[in-house]
């Protein structure tokens, strides 16, 4: 069995692997493996990782960094539409991605809590060895990349106003104020600054959208404010803001500019789990 253990790193690589890095591969040496331990400082290295057919180990501190080889992989594995094969499933744009170990290095990435994956290295390289396989929900989205926990779009003081539609269903038409806006696979959104939103399943095969909306009450002495949240579930969510608007996408934070929209792609993501 080939394991590569692959590092994402910023700047050149060439530092000493990390404790947790040569603690799971040795541990995946001990169980019969053959071990290559390899940097990514950019999308080609991460290419030449997954073009080896090896089961992949991705060492990482944070969702964004899983993120960009999932994200790799899609561009690698999804058929143009017009080569759409027969065997994909209706409500699939991409196969079966090749199933990723998780090792967390400094941080612990918030998919392996959400997703209940192993965390130490030693566990790490027992699920690897194993070869058996939990598939979850991702989400795809036009803009080119891929999502695993979610996205949230706007929030704090300021709020933003958007057109949000799930499938046929409006839950904003542009007209009023929305505090923050949720899409979500997994559990990481089920609660925002107090507020319940959703209940995120990642192996459900729908995302889930709440939006926030503020109401005024005016009393005959003071008025009250009251937030309505608006949830629904479905296969594909169209978000366009009004204006500039801070989003939020597994721990990376840009803004929204534009019209985007986010896709469900059922089971498409593998992690290695321990044996039953």
Not at 58 to 70: H, I, N, P
Not at 166 to 172: A, F, K, Q, R
């Amino acid at each position: 069995m080939d394991v590569t253990v692959l590092s994402l790193v910023d700047g050149a690589p060439g530092c000493a692997p990390r404790t947790q890095v040569l603690s799971c591969a040795d541990a995946l040496r001990a169980g019969g493996a053959d071990v290559e331990l390899a940097d990514a400082t950019s999308d080609a290295e991460i290419d030449e990782a997954l073009a080896t057919g090896n089961r992949l180990v991705v060492a990482a501190d944070t969702d964004s960094q899983v993120r960009a080889v999932l994200r790799r992989a899609v561009r690698r594995l999804a058929p143009p539409p017009s080569d759409r094969p027969d065997d994909l499933p209706g409500d699939r744009t991409v196969p079966d991605l090749p199933p990723l170990g998780v090792l967390p290095l400094a941080q612990h990435p918030q998919l392996i809590t959400d997703l209940n994956l192993p965390s130490t290295p030693k566990d790490v390289a027992e699920a690897v060895l194993a070869g058996r396989v939990q598939h979850t929900d991702l989400l795809r989205h036009d803009g080119g990349g891929v999502t695993i926990n979610g996205v949230r779009i706007g929030g704090g003081d300021r709020p933003f106003r958007g057109k949000i539609a799930l499938d046929d269903l409006i839950l904003s038409d542009g007209s009023e104020p929305i505090v923050t806006c949720v899409v979500a696979n997994a559990g990481s959104y089920r609660e925002i600054d107090g507020l319940g939103m959703c209940e995120p399943d990642p192996a459900d095969g729908q995302l889930d959208v709440a939006i926030a909306v503020p109401f005024v009450h005016r009393g005959l002495i003071k008025r009250r404010t009251r937030i309505e949240v608006r949830r629904a579930r479905g296969r594909a969510v169209a978000i366009t803001p009004m204006a500039d608007v801070p989003h939020v996408d597994d721990g990376t934070v840009t803004d929204l500019t534009r019209k985007r929209t986010w896709w469900m792609e059922r089971a498409a993501a593998g992690w290695y789990i321990p044996a039953a």
